[in-house]
T-cell receptor
């Protein structure tokens, strides 16, 4: 079983749509959770950290369910510029240590 | 931008050769991690350096080695290159505190022929 699992997609949605991505992680001792965004042939960039209470940044909402070991990302009012690969990321430790990445979910927003 | 710089941006080598990749961390960061990303996959952890000491290693053979310097910049060395080593190599720096947020450089794209 992979440590972090995501549906690779692709998700093809029209502009203005709401789209949700999910991921699951296998290690219940995981401490930190993130969504990174990666454009084609570029480096991953931090989109947002994910907290148990849920957090929102503009059109983006992230949720963490520790009991189910499940992380979600909701994008509202999709823009063409949201087209990218979204990586679900987990860290077993705070402060230092490796990041464990899912395979990534590809989103294509069409006009 | 993240302030993490990597060199070179692209590299072509032949099987059996050796390569050194370089990374300068963001100002104030003492932790550098290296990742390998194959096409269509998420990045895979190679190893991490914290204050010049190795602080964890992923499932990579010993021919992958590294170093961190007193200014916290880092090198990744790969010996006896194999075709499967062709990938994007990413360096990430972090402060060593907080929630382990890591900031990535633009990567080095290595092709092994």
């Amino acid at each position: 079983r992979k440590e972090v699992e995501q549906d690779p997609g692709p998700f093809n949605v029209p502009e203005g749509a709401t789209v949700a991505f999910n991921c699951t992680y296998s290690n219940s001792a995981s401490q930190s959770f993130f969504w990174y965004r990666q454009d084609c042939r570029k480096e991953p960039k931090l989109l947002m950290s994910v907290y148990s209470s849920g957090n929102e940044d503009g059109r983006f909402t992230a949720q963490l369910n520790r009991a189910s070991q499940y992380i979600s990302l909701l994008i509202r009012d999709s823009k063409l510029s949201d087209s990218a690969t979204y990586l679900c990321v987990v860290s077993l430790t705070s402060n230092t240590g490796k990041l464990i990445f899912g395979q990534g979910t590809t989103l294509q927003v069409k006009p | 931008e993240t302030g993490v710089t990597q060199s070179p941006t692209h590299l072509i080598k032949t099987r059996g050769q050796q390569v050194t990749l370089r990374c300068s961390s963001q100002s104030g960061h003492n932790t550098v991690s290296w990742y390998q990303q194959a096409l269509g996959q998420g990045p895979q952890f190679i190893f991490q350096y914290y204050r010049e000491e190795e602080n964890g290693r992923g499932n990579f053979p010993p021919r992958f080695s590294g170093l961190q310097f007193p200014n916290y910049s880092s090198e990744l060395n790969v010996n006896a290159l194999e075709l499967d080593d062709s990938a994007l190599y990413l360096c990430a720096s972090s402060s060593g505190t907080g929630k382990n947020i890591q900031y990535f450089g633009a990567g080095t794209r290595l092709s092994v022929l």
